[in-house]
């Protein structure tokens, strides 16, 4: 559709909308969605203050965080300007729809880098706010809040606010990790840390999850930090945990960091899915050899931040039929019974799983976001309709509840709002904390008509 | 040396401020709203360690924005390029606008570039500059819509021909792109007959000839043709066009 047109008054000079087809990143959710891409801050205004919208990235959540069919989705991909850089202390401020990877690009010539960055560098500044998405270590970093210095809001009748810990504390706290539902968020100041020199990665192969928690929990303090397991039956939970530590001497190999290397934000699928028993098999077994011996290599900082940069046809072969990321995070105390239960359903119903990665938190929730203490295990199970798979994700998800599991909704399109309820025991509190910038619901996405958010 | 930019904020003048900034250039950013003109020269002044003003005006109703440019380019290298992207269309301009609505459309497509050119003249001609003039594809043969942005583009390639007839060619660069679809805000949510061109693109093309002469032509390129079919067509078939 094009323009309403109904809306053109003076200060609505420019308001387009589209009218387009959206797909989650696992392609669970699909809507025909109202776009508009504002350009220019007034634009952020334009829409009638009753239109109910929702902000949006790059859409590069798993899920349908950004987008739905009852929402007006507001691009932010052209509010993606540096505002201030101060190259001695370390400050970075940007506007909310500039991607994390261009950012990096800028950052890392000139000395300073942002610390946490989520695995794929299109994810943009006001998405990982908004997310409060994790790094490549999140016991040794935190979540991205731990970066955001300040905040500049946009809420609808009120214009754009400034938010931080001591202005509209309140505001400023639920709106990181706020899913959008608290306005959006149009620029933020950001605390950038010294990069080391290269990353020299070392690689521990552990047996099963329960020796990789121990070798995680040694290794809190490393840079990157992160586990690659098997998941099929007779191997399941064994693979390798990567470990790198600064390295200010080595050399790294040339890297090109063009953004066109950078993983594309929608990867068109393949016309079958390539992930079969038979597939998962081979690519399993391939990457033992590559990974399950003990070694080292060093790494330039940008390739150990952005490894998926190298996985395109990996997420093009889960084909139309998508995948889904199933990601919780088990305390510690129950940590070795929950990996025993998953062995034992995993043996017992013999999903196909393309991809088994564990990481160590030692944060505590805020909100509704994905931090706490304990080892998060992400699985992805490609075609999640077909029977056999719906019916691990559902046993999944009973062991990762009876374990006091906390998942991550920015990610696992298989929950609904009875289970998150279950498995966050504020939730309520949290969804009315929420709610009290959202009392007409004028904020919402699939996401959130899903868990009645 | 330095490039004025009418229109800067968004869509091609904004593309165009990327890539002259990125050769260097000084930029004077022109558009209605200071806070989009800040972010963006901060950006350029960050990314490529050019000097970038900005000036916050309403073509629509500043009495003599010639005189504003002017004074803003007091404290700038001097002037060599004058690109006025700037520009407005409405999807109801189908003849059911009132005096006001028109009178606007007029003042931001005909008025501010006339207005700013003849104000810049003097100063230009002294230092042989580029004017750049941005017209369009529905200007090429007037339908039920787009009625008065239309006509605006039309006058102004009259206003580039009076230029260049009244300027010998060592004096003063004039040159009219006629665009035809660009994926900016203006052609958002719009089903376009062919695919839009990104203004990134058209941008390097326009900042590539500046300095290179006066003359009129299309960008992309491939619309010429569309104008010469549309220009073609025998007026019974033309006249059932719609969308
Ligand atoms: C391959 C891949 C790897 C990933 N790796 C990680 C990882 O390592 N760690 C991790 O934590 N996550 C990871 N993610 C998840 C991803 O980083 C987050 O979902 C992130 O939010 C996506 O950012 P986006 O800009 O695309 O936001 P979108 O997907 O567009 O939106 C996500 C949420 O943020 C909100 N939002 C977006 N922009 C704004 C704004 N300007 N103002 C207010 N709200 C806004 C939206 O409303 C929505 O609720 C990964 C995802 C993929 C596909
Ligand atoms: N897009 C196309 O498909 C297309 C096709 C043919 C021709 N064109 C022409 O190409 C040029 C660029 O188009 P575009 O798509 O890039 O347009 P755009 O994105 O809408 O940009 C127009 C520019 O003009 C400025 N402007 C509009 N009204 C103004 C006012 N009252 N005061 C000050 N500045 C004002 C805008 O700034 P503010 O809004 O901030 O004021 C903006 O910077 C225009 O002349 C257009 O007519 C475009």
Known sequence: MGAMSMTHGADRRGLALASAQLSSFDRQFTAQAQVQRPDRYRLLDALPLDTPRIARGSGVSYVAASFGSEAVSQDMGSFDRLLAFDIRTGLVCVEAGMAIGDLQRFLLPRGWYLPIAPGHPRATIGGCIAADVHGKNPARDGTFRALVEELQLHVPGHGLLSLDAHHDADLFAATCGGLGLTGTITRATLRLRRPPGAIALRRVPVANLAEAARVLREAANAQVLYGWHDGQSARFGSGVIHLGLADEEATPPALDTSPARDLPASIAPLPFTVWNARAIALANSWLRRRWCAPGMSVAPLASALFPLNDARWYFAGFGSAGLVELQWLVPHPRFEAFAAALGECVAREQPRIALVSSKLFDGHAHGLAFDGKGIALALHLPSPAAPRQRAFCEQFTQIALAHEGRPNLIKDATLDADSVRRAIADFEVRRLALARYNADGRFRSELTRRLAL | ?243
């Open chain 2, 1 to 243: 040396m330095t490039a004025i930019i009418v229109g800067a904020s968004s869509g091609l003048g904004r593309a165009l401020a990327g890539e002259l900034a990125q050769r260097g250039h000084p930029l004077l950013l022109i558009a209605s709203d200071a806070r989009d003109l800040q972010a963006l020269a901060a950006d350029l002044a960050l990314r490529h360690e050019v000097e970038v003003a900005t000036l916050a005006m309403d073509l629509a109703r500043e009495v003599d924005p010639g005189a504003r440019i002017l004074a803003a380019l007091a404290s700038l290298p001097p002037a060599t390029a004058l690109l006025l992207p700037v520009g407005l269309s409405r999807r109801d301009d189908a003849f059911g606008l009132g005096a006001g609505a028109i009178g606007e459309l007029l003042a931001i497509n005909l008025h501010a570039p006339l207005a700013i050119v003849h104000a810049l003249l003097p100063m230009l001609c002294e230092r042989h500059a580029t004017v750049v003039l941005f017209g369009s594809i529905a200007a090429v043969r007037g339908r039920g819509h787009n009625v008065v942005y239309a006509s605006a583009k039309r006058a102004l390639e009259s206003a580039y021909e009076s230029l260049r007839q009244a300027h010998a060619p060592d004096v003063l660069h004039v040159q009219l792109y006629r665009l035809g679809f660009l994926a900016t805000n203006l052609t958002w949510g719009l089903r376009l007959p062919l695919s839009p061109a990104a203004p990134a693109t058209v941008a390097r093309r326009v900042v590539a000839r500046l300095g290179k002469g006066s003359f009129k032509r299309y960008l992309p390129r491939r619309f010429a043709l569309v104008a010469l079919l549309l220009r073609a067509l025998p007026w019974f078939v033309f006249r059932r066009l719609r969308g």
